[in-house]
């Protein structure tokens, strides 16, 4: 008789949660606030970005489509 696994989450679940590199994305508590600092990186980079409610984490962040 064998344990159960348990089913491992998604992993995109987890990407949309950090970074290209693994670190942990910055949150936003609010979408006023994610939307503010996207709107911020297009100022400055040019780098549109979309807000998205985390599954992980239930804030929010910031992405582009990749990510
Ligand atoms: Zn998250």
Do not use: D, F
Not at 6 to 13: A, I, M, V, W
Not at 37 to 56: D, G, I, P, V
């Amino acid at each position: 008789m064998t344990p159960r696994r348990q089913p491992r989450p998604l992993p995109n679940r987890r990407a949309g949660h950090v970074t290209s590199q693994g670190q942990p994305k910055r949150a936003y508590r609010t979408v006023t606030e994610a939307r503010a600092a996207a709107q911020l990186a297009w100022t400055l980079n040019r780098a549109e970005l979309n807000a998205y409610r985390c599954s992980l984490c239930h804030q929010w962040h910031i992405g582009g489509e990749r990510e």
